[in-house]
Structure formats: structure tokens, C-alpha cells
């Protein structure tokens, strides 16, 4: 007999089918043959890498574990070797079988039995990481941010068309079912003209250790860790989440960080793409000595065209919850109002009654480290049947990468302390400064060719 998890699952996979085609279930199973794009046979067993094992690991198991799912992971890949043994031992248990622990992606990647890496490395990885595996003929799913810069956001984009792979990016939530529904209603005049939209993020993250030198931990190949970044000496605390607040060269801050989920539920809910204008105001805030190397509270705002606004309010260090949810998005409307989170949505006219809520019983995490749950499922699951031809992407990278947009826009403000235009057709940005950081540096040989 199914799981209660195996039984909301399904369901959760099905209505999000249905909803995101906008048919009826009976219309909804009846694709033609001629539509599936035989990129591999409809019902051939894909075969995995996962590269990066760190806190987001738990997310693959229950897709890759599902028998629908039809899959069969090969590769468990990460410098650290007591991470990586750890994560062998816990796949092993689940699946039944004991995939390879592998040090080197390069090694997964040139090995011609693996159809998809799984790339959920440090985001300086994301982008050369999926470019290497696309020009080896592998499918991506590459975790957000899914670029480290405006430039390898082009090159990404690029590259998928190039090779003619399938590359989804990790912003799970557009797999959610009550999300899709309530987008979808948006979008039929459920709050009359969507005019602005409030993407947030609060969380209470502590103080942060001062780097200092230290020596490279047992069991971990710095050197291949840094891979495509600048080379430096090895500083403590740096190679398992701190990198994310010590400096540019491997994170993309709370923007990057959480930030991507957010602002592309914000876009989707207004049907926007490239914004005309954006301003940022961005400081640290909180413990000003210790080793957080940049802002911690930001609020972003991006004007686009037809008076439509979306901002952007992050608050990594504060806890106060001015929104009744620690990640979330508010959209105005000219007749109501929406708010959407991972788990429930609620509409309310203009008057400010509530005329729906849906709580979705997912049980996606919030705010807590890690992360997974039923639509990380759902996001992977469309991910591997648009392979085999059965569906489309719900998050195309081409349509991903302009949210992620946004959030280059937003650090690039930061980074110049102040606004600029932006070109709302290429998404090229007009000040001279902030073209500056369109592209970063890389260590000699790392260079990105598509």
C-alpha cells in the first residue's frame, strides 16, 4: 500500500499537470506520440550524477527513489569525502543499490553512461558546471542562483540552445499545484490588473566567524572546490555555507541566496521580463564586525513597463515578522489581493476580506536550512518526463535566468551604490559601472567557452 508522503505526492504531481495546462484531466493524459521529442526513449531508465552534497541532498531522495520516476543514480559526487561517504551510505539505504562516490565532477561528467548531472554545488560552480555537462551531451538541473554573473546567465542560456539539452533550475515552487492555481487565477482577473508584487525573505541568521587562515580540512580538495574562482589560501569556515557571505567570488548573497525563489513568483504573477529600472537600498545591518562580507537587509525595487513594480525585501538577519510568513509573495491588484507561500495562498478582495485560502499540505521547507519536500519532487519529476518527451518544463532556463536577472541587477546596485536603467528587451543594463560587473573573473583555464 502507498505512503501517506508516496499518496500526497502523486496527487501533488498530477494536479500540477492538470493545472499547468489548463485542461481537463481526461484531455490532460491524452498527448499524442507524436509530440514526445525522443530525446531518449519515453520509458528508458535515465541515469544520474549529483554533484554537491551538502544540505540540499535530502531534496533528490524521494524523486530519485520513486518508481515512476525511473531512474538510477550512478554518481554521488562531492570534495569532501566525509560528505560524500556520508551521502553513499544514506542513498544506498534508500535505494537499495550503492552508487560511486566520485572527488572530480569532470570524471561524471565525461562518463558517457550519465544522461543528467544534478549541479548543486556552490553557486560559482553553477553555471561552468552545467555548461561542462551540456557540451558532454548531458540534461541539467542546475540549483538557483543558476548564474554567477549577468554574463553566464547569457552563456548558459546559450549553451542549452547550442547543445539542445533540457536545463531546469531549482525554483521548485513553479512545480507547486495550489501556486500554479492561484498564478493561473491571477492571470484570468481573479484581482482585477496585477500592478505590484512584494517578494520577502526573513530569517534571524546569526553572527558570522572572521575569516582567518587556516589549514585545508581533512578530506577536502580545495583546489578543486574553488575550480572556476580566483585562487586564494584557504580561510576556516569557508568551504561549507559560510561562502555564502565571504565576498563575490563564490556566493551571490541573500539575493542569490533565496532571493531567485521569490522574485520569480513576483514575475511570473505579473507576466513581466526584463525590468526597465532598478534601485536598491542595501546595508549590513546587523553584527558589523563579524566576518559577513556584505549586506544582510536589502530592499530592491525594479520598474517595469505598465507601471508595474516589484519589490524586493530581504532581511537575513532580523526576525521580525512583518509579513506573517518568513518567505512569501503579496500581489496587488486593481480588485484584491493575493498571497502565495510554499504552503497556502490566500485571495482577498479589495476591501481586504478574504474570499479563498488553500492550504496545500506540501511539505516543502521554508526557512530552515536544507530544504526539499512534495514540489522539489514535482519540479524534478517534470524535469526527467520532459526528457523522455511527455510534458514541457515548468522553469525553461531561457525563462528562469530572467529572474535571476533580477537578482545580478540587485547586487550590481548594490555593489556601484545606485540605480540604472535597464534595457527591458535584452536585459542589458546602460551604466558604464555597473556593466563593469556583467562578467567576473576566472582562474586561468576556467574560462567559459559555449
Not at 553566464?152 to 521548485?172: F, I
Amino acid at each position: 500500500m502507498a505512503t501517506r508522503k508516496e499518496f500526497i505526492t502523486k496527487s501533488l504531481l498530477g494536479s500540477v499537470a492538470v493545472a499547468a495546462s489548463g485542461v481537463a484531466p481526461s484531455s490532460a493524459m491524452a498527448m499524442p506520440a507524436s509530440s514526445y521529442r525522443k530525446i531518449i526513449g519515453a520509458n528508458d531508465k535515465l541515469h544520474i550524477g549529483i554533484a554537491g552534497l551538502g544540505r540540499r541532498l535530502g531534496a533528490y531522495l524521494d524523486p530519485i527513489a520513486l518508481k515512476e520516476s525511473n531512474v538510477e543514480l550512478v554518481y554521488l559526487c562531492d570534495v569532501m569525502q566525509h560528505q560524500r561517504e556520508k551521502a553513499v551510505k544514506r542513498f544506498s539505504e534508500r535505494l537499495g543499490y550503492s552508487p560511486k562516490g566520485e572527488n572530480d565532477i569532470r570524471k561524471v561528467i565525461d562518463d558517457k553512461k550519465i544522461d543528467i548531472l544534478v549541479n548543486a554545488t556552490p553557486d560559482h560552480w553553477h553555471t561552468p558546471g552545467a555548461i561542462m555537462a551540456l557540451k558532454a551531451g548531458k540534461h541539467v538541473y542546475v540549483e538557483k542562483p543558476c548564474s554567477h554573473t549577468m554574463d553566464e546567465n547569457e552563456k548558459l542560456v546559450a549553451a542549452a540552445s547550442k547543445y539542445d539539452k533540457v536545463v531546469q533550475m531549482g525554483n521548485q515552487q513553479r512545480s507547486s499545484a495550489h501556486t500554479v492555481e492561484v498564478i493561473n487565477a491571477i492571470h484570468n482577473g481573479a484581482i482585477g490588473t496585477p500592478f505590484k508584487a512584494i517578494a520577502f525573505y526573513t530569517n534571524a541568521r546569526g553572527e558570522v566567524p572572521n575569516q582567518k587562515p587556516a589549514a585545508v580540512p581533512k578530506g577536502l580538495d580545495w583546489e578543486l572546490w574553488q575550480g572556476p574562482a580566483p585562487r586564494r589560501a584557504y580561510t576556516d569556515n569557508t568551504w561549507d555555507y559560510n561562502w555564502h557571505w565571504y565576498g563575490w567570488n563564490y556566493g551571490t548573497a541573500e539575493a542569490g541566496n533565496n532571493g531567485t525563489h521569490e522574485l520569480d513568483v513576483a514575475r511570473w504573477a505579473l507576466g513581466v521580463d526584463f525590468p526597465r529600472e532598478a534601485n536598491v537600498e542595501a546595508y549590513k545591518r546587523h553584527f558589523k564586525e563579524d566576518g559577513w562580507e556584505m549586506y544582510d537587509t536589502m530592499k530592491a525595487t525594479f520598474n517595469f513597463a505598465d507601471d508595474k513594480i516589484i519589490e524586493w525585501d530581504g532581511r537575513s538577519r532580523s526576525g521580525y515578522d512583518l509579513y506573517n510568513g518568513g518567505r512569501g509573495t503579496i500581489i496587488y491588484g486593481s480588485e484584491g489581493t493575493v498571497f502565495v507561500d510554499r504552503n497556502k495562498y490566500e485571495v482577498y478582495d479589495r476591501s481586504g476580506k478574504m474570499i479563498k485560502s488553500t492550504e496545500s499540505g506540501s511539505q516543502e521547507a521554508g526557512t530552515a536550512l536544507g530544504g526539499g519536500g512534495d514540489t522539489t519532487t514535482a519540479h524534478m519529476l517534470n524535469f526527467f518526463n520532459t526528457i523522455r518527451g511527455k510534458t514541457t518544463l515548468n522553469a525553461p532556463i531561457d525563462d528562469a535566468s530572467i529572474s535571476m536577472a533580477m537578482v545580478h541587477y540587485a547586487n550590481i546596485a548594490y555593489r556601484i551604490n545606485k540605480g540604472f536603467a535597464v534595457d527591458e528587451k535584452s536585459g542589458r543594463i546602460y551604466d558604464r559601472e555597473a556593466m563593469n560587473l556583467w562578467s567576473r573573473s576566472y582562474e586561468p583555464g576556467w574560462e567559459l567557452d559555449v
